[in-house]
C-alpha cells in the first residue's frame, strides 16, 4: 500500500510508510474526549483491516494481540494505547451497510463524545444474531476499520480519515479467497452498494490520507 495525496492540496510526502502514517496520527489534536479516532475506509477487499492491524502496531511499539474488536490495551499500557474495532463485527449482514451507523454513531462515537463508554453486541454472521459485547473507552487512539465507517457523521469526530482502494477485480479474489466460492453473489452485490454509500457520502474525497491497496506499505 503506497501513499498517493491527500484532500485540499495538502501533501503528506512525510506519511509514505506505516511509521508515518502513525505519526501523523500522533499529530492530530484529539477530537473524540481524549481519544484520537482513526476512520479506515475504503471498497471490500482493499486491505483496510491490513493497514489498520499495522497501525495500531506502529502507534503501540510492539505487536497487537489479534485482529478482533476486543483486541485493546488497557490504559497506562507502554507506548500509545489503542482499540481497533471492526465494521464486519457491526454490520448485520450482507444487507447491513446502511443501518452501520447506528453502531457506529449512535452506540460508539457519540456516547464517548459525551465521556461515557461506547458498547455494541458483536454480529454473529453464522448465527444471524448479536453475540458478546465490546466495551469502548478512552484510549489514546481509537481506529475504526471498515466499508462505510468514514460516513460523514463519523467524519467530523475523526482526527485522520484514512481510504484504501485497490482493483476491482483484485478485492473480488480476495473477498472470495477468504469468504468462499458461495459468496461471490453475496460480494457483487456488497460491491454494488459500497459504491452507492461512498458516493453518497462523498468519502473518497474527504480522506486525508489515500492509500493503494495493491501495494504493499512499507514499515
Not at 500500500?1 to 510508510?17: I, K, W
Not at 471492526?86 to 451507523?101: K, S, V
Request: with cysteine.
Amino acid at each position: 500500500m503506497t501513499l498517493h495525496e491527500t484532500r485540499a492540496g495538502r501533501m503528506l510526502t512525510d506519511a509514505a510508510s506505516i511509521g508515518g502514517i502513525a505519526t501523523l496520527v500522533r499529530a492530530q489534536p484529539p477530537t473524540l474526549g481524549t481519544t484520537r479516532l482513526v476512520l479506515v475506509d475504503g471498497p471490500g477487499g482493499s486491505g483496510k483491516t491490513t493497514l489498520a492491524g499495522r497501525l495500531a502496531e506502529a502507534l503501540r511499539g510492539r505487536p497487537a494481540g489479534g485482529a478482533r474488536a476486543a483486541d485493546s490495551d488497557a490504559p497506562g499500557a507502554a507506548g500509545t494505547s489503542v482499540q481497533v474495532l471492526h465494521a464486519d463485527d457491526m454490520y448485520e449482514g450482507w444487507a447491513g451497510l446502511p443501518t452501520l451507523g447506528d453502531i457506529v454513531i449512535d452506540q460508539v462515537l457519540a456516547p464517548m463524545a459525551r465521556g461515557e463508554a461506547g458498547r455494541f453486541r458483536v454480529w454473529d454472521w453464522h448465527r444471524h444474531q448479536r453475540g458478546h459485547e465490546v466495551v469502548v473507552t478512552a484510549r489514546d487512539v481509537l481506529i475504526i476499520e471498515g466499508v462505510g465507517v468514514a460516513m460523514r457523521r463519523a467524519r467530523s469526530l475523526a482526527s485522520l480519515v484514512v481510504w484504501v482502494e485497490a482493483d476491482p477485480c483484485e478485492r473480488l479474489r480476495r473477498g472470495i479467497a477468504r469468504d468462499g466460492e458461495d459468496t461471490r453473489d453475496d460480494w457483487e452485490r456488497w460491491q454494488v452498494s459500497e459504491r452507492e454509500e461512498f458516493e453518497r457520502e462523498g468519502t473518497r474525497a474527504a480522506a486525508h490520507v489515500w492509500v493503494d491497496g495493491n501495494c504493499s506499505l512499507p514499515d
